[in-house]
């Protein structure tokens, strides 16, 4: 029969079962500690890498066809003064990147066509000299300055305005030649036509003018975008500013300036 444990003996044994559950619960909380860190680390991580990646979402610039933003276009970009026709359709066809049919044009030109058989060929190289010209004229071109009737509405005393009609959204200003007929607009004329004036002063525009048709307008047009479609297209243009002047004495009526929303 085995003696039992001396007193001694058991307060080792106990001592010894101590240590070894203390080491076992460090070591665990060591590597609680260790897996705590290592993921506040990779949160941390994730954060940072979102946050140097993360854009604003906005509204989409407008684009040409091209997709090149309108506006990346420079800010020393040409401005156009009441081109003719035919200046306007280049101006399309460089802003849709399309190639313009200059060999049918040089064909279908009147002094070509109509030229004896010896003097084609001579007429044909004067022609594309010509269209290669003009094509090359409208490189850098960012904006458009038109001057038109106004087409001025009667005034509004219940809103305080007068409406320049020929800004309205449904407005279009046509330009046909070389076959072709481009269309310019306006993406910003619903708020552009609205010309405000207090009814106070009302009576005095009213005075200037003898007709509401005897009202014309210079509009500053900043390209925005080009819509291709057959036989021509559409360039959308975005109104910067204008002036309103009274045609006969050439009065000037209004300088408007357009701010951006």
Known sequence: MDSLPSPAKSVARIARAIAVTTAIAATLAGCTKSSTADATAVTS?????????????SAPAPKFASSADAGAR???????VNPDAS??????YQLAHLPPPIDTWV???????????PDK????????SELNAAAASVQGVGALRLTMNANLSEYDPSYGEFTVRALSPSSVVNFDALGQKVAVNFTNGRTAQIWHVAQADSQAVRDKISYNSNVEIDVLLRLASVLPGPG????????VEYELRETQRSAVLARVKLTAP
């Not at 420079?74 to 156009?80: D, I, V």
């Not at 064909?107 to 058989?117: L, T």
């Not at 060929?121 to 594309?128: F, G, K, L, P, S």
């Not at 021509?232 to 109104?239: K, N, P, Q, Y």
Request: glycine fraction near 8%; hydrophobic fraction near 40%.
């Open 107 to 117: 064909e279908e030109d009147s002094r070509v066509k109509f030229a004896p058989a």
């Open 87 to 92: 200046t306007v359709v280049f101006l399309y």
């Open 121 to 128: 060929a001579a007429h044909r190289e004067a022609v594309r």
């Open 45 to 57: 991580a994730t954060v940072a890498s979102s946050g140097g990646n993360v854009s604003t979402t």
């Open 232 to 239: 021509g297209g559409t360039i959308a243009t975005e109104i």
């Open 74 to 80: 420079p800010a020393t970009a040409r401005e156009l």
